[in-house]
């Protein structure tokens, strides 16, 4: 478990390096290969982070679409010349707060569970 709360604070890092890149809006970010590159890394980094949590973390957790984060880290390791920047915009946008909300209640649930013992 201890190992899991540190790659949830590091995933939850890399969700916030995104949200700095991408806080100036769209246009910036579509017209800027370097914010590109960076929410890319970011993002690469963040659903190779969820592969390294724990088997029990990820099935105590189903609210959390696992396989979809792999078969999306899969797409930016293996097909980056076929990646739709106006498809990132959209996960970043979307699906990103999303999971960063979900990660946090589970963070929080957690320490608090921490902090009763």
Sequence with gaps: MK???AYLKHILNMIDRIEAVTGSGKTEFLESKLYQDAVLRNLHTLTETTQRLSNA???AH???EWAKLAAFRNVLVH???GIDMELV???ITEDVPEFKFKLAGILNRIDSE???H
């Design 62 to 64: 189903p609210e959390i």
């Design 114 to 116: 921490t902090d009763a």
């Design 57 to 59: 973390f990820k099935s």
């Design 79 to 81: 097909d980056y010349l």
């Design 3 to 5: 190992n899991d709360v």
């Design 89 to 91: 915009w959209t996960v």
